[in-house]
């Protein structure tokens, strides 16, 4: 009778089915109560702004050709063959340190070696250096990742791809010349050479390059390294990975076969140890990880710096990607034939 009743009343009946979903719904609320807080780990330099990266005045490549030019000549020597390849990748090095490339994310590319590894464009802002968009800019618009080596092969014009021959960055050591004008380090004369003139870039301000040169010794000379002692306006004391970036600075110039100009006022015995010293770090830190802890070197110069590295790598934003990029470019610098 009372079934009757609910039926004209309009009431469900509880049917086995809803009863067990109901269960189940019950079950769930139960789980959740019970469920820990889910926490989603997060790395620190992963939300860090690119643009709180701080960098010095000059880029490296323009501190690579301040260490070529002749003070008062203001010309490259004629027969300097290599600096042209080692500005290519120093604008790569540059890039890495103002945080706008890395390697492609690929757990195969452990298969092969760091200069045939892939590049990619992670930040497309413009840094405000002519040569450092241009070369973001060409990168940003290739339809695939190209390696290391074939990017600085590239933008030196060294291809048989004609697709790809516009790639080719020009008048680099120029263009770089007339960028230090602008910022007040060299200026502009004209001299007369044989039967034409030519356009050459005596330093103006020589304390600049004093403060590279100062650097440059400070690393290669010194038993123990100190970067805060050196610290100017062109670069500070706060300036983002500055152990690391003297180190490139130090491999550029070696491969750009400029550093003998910097090295020209110590004895033989302390020149010879410092282009030793300069091997040194290019082998150590042309691999990756870094060799940061392989003891002191053997020649008793900067003994503290694999520590101040490692120090600066633990506090800066930048990835294990972008430094094994940066061991990348210092890897094809070991194979060119001014090392060699």
């Keep these: 009778m009372s079934s009757v009743l609910q039926k004209r009343r309009g009431a469900k009946l509880a049917t086995p089915t809803a009863a067990r979903r109901s269960d189940l719904f019950d079950e769930d609320d139960v789980s959740r109560d019970r469920t820990p807080d889910h926490k989603i780990g997060v790395d620190d330099r992963d939300i860090v702004d690119r643009h709180a990266l701080k960098v010095p005045f000059l880029t490296l490549m323009e501190e690579v050709l301040l260490m070529g030019l002749k003070d008062k000549e203001g010309y490259l020597s004629?027969?300097?063959?290599?600096?042209?390849?080692?500005?290519?990748?120093?604008?790569?090095?540059?890039?890495?340190?103002?945080?706008k490339i890395t390697l492609v994310n690929d757990p195969a590319r452990r298969r092969f070696e760091l200069s045939d590894r892939l590049v990619e464009v992670i930040d497309t802002d413009p840094t405000g250096e002519v040569l450092l968009d241009e070369a973001l800019k060409?990168?940003?618009?290739?339809?695939?990742?190209?390696s290391v080596s074939n990017w600085i092969d590239l933008l030196s014009g060294e291809t048989w791809n004609l697709m790809k021959i516009s790639y080719q960055l020009k008048q680099v050591r120029e263009r770089l010349a007339k960028g230090l004008v602008d910022k007040g380090v060299l200026r502009t004369e004209r001299k007369n050479f044989f039967l034409?003139?030519?356009?050459?870039?005596?330093?103006?301000d020589k304390m600049s390059k004093e403060h590279i040169r100062n650097r440059v010794l400070n690393i290669l000379t010194q038993k123990t390294v100190d970067l805060d002692s050196l610290s100017n306006d062109h670069f500070p004391g706060d300036t983002s990975l500055r152990y690391l970036r003297t180190i490139a600075l130090v491999c550029g110039a070696y491969a750009a076969n400029v550093l003998e100009n910097v090295l020209m006022t110590?004895?033989?015995?302390?020149?010879?140890?410092?282009?030793?010293?300069?091997?040194?770090?290019?082998n150590d830190y042309s691999d990756y990880p870094f060799n940061l802890k392989g003891g002191p070197s053997p020649l008793g110069l900067s003994i503290n710096l694999p520590s101040e590295v490692n120090k600066e790598i633990e506090q800066s934003s930048a990835t294990e990607l972008q430094l094994e990029l940066v061991a990348a470019v210092l890897s094809v610098f070991a194979r060119m034939d001014s090392i060699l």
């Design 266 to 282: 110590l004895n033989y015995d302390k020149r010879d140890h410092a282009f030793s010293r300069a091997d040194e770090l290019l």
């Design 196 to 204: 034409f003139d030519m356009a050459t870039h005596p330093v103006a």
């Design 78 to 99: 004629f027969w300097n063959d290599n600096i042209s390849y080692a500005l290519r990748g120093c604008i790569l090095l540059e890039l890495t340190f103002r945080g």
């Design 138 to 146: 060409i990168m940003k618009n290739d339809e695939g990742h190209l």
